[in-house]
């Protein structure tokens, strides 16, 4: 039987996050500066599996992380539609 790893990571730092704000998935935000600058340094401090598919949520922050953590990833998928909810925070409403 094959067997798989499965590795849950949260994506880096983003302008909110340095803000304090609560940032749901109606806000498709970038990583920051120092967010990207975090991803690198765990990348070199931290051995990260190779691996040959990655699968992200379609905000841009969580592709980003993809993009720094397994720069050399063969398959990288963004999961939408209606299964996208799975790999995203819910909306936080109005606050």
Known sequence: MKTFKLHLIRHGM??????????GSG??????DEGRAQLKELKERF??????????SPLVRA??????L??????QFTVRANASTVLMVGPLGFW
Not at 27 to 32: A, F, G, K, R, V
């Open 63 to 68: 592709v980003e992380t993809a993009n720094i």
């Open 70 to 75: 397994f720069p050399n990833a063969g398959h």
């Open 14 to 23: 983003t302008a909110g996050n340095l803000q304090g704000l609560y940032i």
């Open 27 to 32: 806000t498709d935000i970038p990583l920051c």
């Open 47 to 56: 051995e990260y599996p190779q691996v040959d598919t990655v699968f992200s």
